[in-house]
């Protein structure tokens, strides 16, 4: 993959939860078709915890987070990116007002997340949702995957309190050995239910299921982070094809 042009940076808006943001540009690196260093994806990485909580915000009236998420866009853009990835999925209850303020084109995570399932081999069906409470509660998976023809199917709101959230704040919390048994158990249900593939639909819930344990669940699953990392790998891929043909 040779680069667009030097100051062609994707900008990265981490630190919700900074694991996460650290964990995006690891797999970025791990999943980019490169055979030396030159080949790789110029990445800068902002990895600010400070941002306040996005689930708070919007369910218990919390403190706006998009002020906060609006001046690191400006730093990033400022800095010479030229796209941005947000690797939070509950940030994109926002993404309308950040993508009309950003510089660039900023991609867009539930849409990757599509996607990765027709990539999958997954162009319809039953889809298992895992997420934040402020993600399931407010459709924002639903929204997308039902306008790309899939039905969804989300867990309880306990299932939501003492599965999904308390695996999140596990991994948040630096408990990782602690994050795995209640999102597998998530996976189980949503997979007894009907579902053809489970999302992994918050940052947090890759680092809960490691790759090696994900074959035993026998379940396709979908990871945000990963599905975020090939959309920002296919944009740079496009516009490398760009250029090659403008020359």
Known sequence: MNHPKQSCFLGVLGGMGPMAGAAFALRLAALTPASVDQQHIPTL???DPRIPDRSTARLAGGEDPLPHMLERVR??????????????????????????????????????????????????????LMGTPATLALGLYQQTLERHGYECIVPTHDEVQSLCAAS????KGNRLEDAYAPAAECITRLKARGADAVVLGCTELPLAVPHALRPSLGVPLTDSIDALALAAIAYYERVRSAQRQAA
């Not at 939070?88 to 599509?114: D, R, S």
């Open 45 to 47: 990485l902002l990895n």
């Open 75 to 128: 730093f990033l853009n400022d800095a010479g990116s030229q796209l941005i990835a947000i690797p939070c999925n509950t940030a994109h209850l926002w993404y309308e007002q950040i993508a009309e303020a950003a510089q660039c084109p900023v991609l867009h995570i539930i849409e990757a997340v599509a996607e990765d399932l027709r990539r999958q081999g997954i162009p319809k069906g039953r889809i298992g």
């Open 168 to 171: 999140i704040a596990a991994v």
